[in-house]
């Protein structure tokens, strides 16, 4: 499963994370760094990517588009990129299952800093 960061988080998962979900990328090495919401969303689909993001405006795409992309939404507020690394090692399952579901197109998942 190939993971694509949105912006908003931090390009570090791409490493922290690279055991688990081989070939992700971040938003920036693919040229989209500033890219509008729409063409991000657009790129993840096209090339079969699951969206991870922080950013409620691609759950509402999801919802209004559907998938492809899948969207992983992180409700996650003052987590550290090492806390977000490990709520994604955590649901790696319920990613799986979200790729697989052909009923379902977001994945919402909460974290703290406690």
Known sequence: MRLLFDENLSRRLVGLLADLYPDSRHVTSCGLGSALDETVFRFAGDEGYVLVTQ????????????????????????????????????????????????????????????
């Not at 509402?60 to 992309?69: K, V």
């Not at 090692?89 to 197109?105: E, I, M």
């Open 55 to 114: 950013d409620k405006d691609f759950a509402e795409l999801s919802a209004l588009r559907g998938f492809p992309p899948k969207v992983v939404w992180l409700r996650a507020h003052n987590v550290r990129t090492d806390g977000l690394a490990e709520i994604l090692r955590q649901h790696h399952a319920a990613l799986q299952s979200l790729v697989g579901d052909p009923t379902k197109s977001l994945l919402v998942l909460y974290g703290s800093t406690s």
